[in-house]
């Protein structure tokens, strides 16, 4: 048995007329050259690549001074409050590996940038330990 619709159009099919002309899937627009406004007044946004290794590493190296310094600074209000002893029960180990975790991250943040974070996460938590 023959069917009598066929799926796919005859060879000398055309579309029908609406008027509009056809679009131009084949072809890609083009953005406007840079600098030139897309509309009056409006100007395209810069297309520069953003250097977030550089802001990572310097990101990196200002929160393990910070750390660093902020652990010297509880270590010296301690002992000024309870003397030297005091400072060596409250600040114990805690002084040395905020220092050593910053100095880690700043020997590191150039050549291993993951190992450069764990230094500055000891850092952080051992001066917020004192």
Do not use: C
Request: proline content about 15%.
């Amino acid at each position: 048995m023959r069917p009598t619709h066929h799926p796919l159009p005859p060879d000398n099919w055309q579309p029908p007329d609406t008027g509009k002309p056809p679009p131009d899937h084949d072809r890609q627009q083009q953005p406007p050259a840079a600098g030139k406004p897309t509309a009056p007044g409006i100007p395209l946004p810069n297309l520069t690549p953003v250097p977030w290794r550089e802001y990572y590493s310097v990101t990196v190296l200002v929160v393990a001074l910070l750390a660093a310094a902020f652990a010297a600074f509880k270590t010296l209000l301690v002992w000024q409050s309870f003397g030297l002893a005091g400072a060596l029960v409250f600040a114990g180990l805690h002084l040395p590996m905020a220092l050593f975790g910053a100095l880690f991250a700043a020997a590191m943040v150039y050549r291993h940038p993951g190992m450069a974070l764990l230094g500055v996460a000891t850092s952080v938590l051992n001066a917020l330990l004192i």
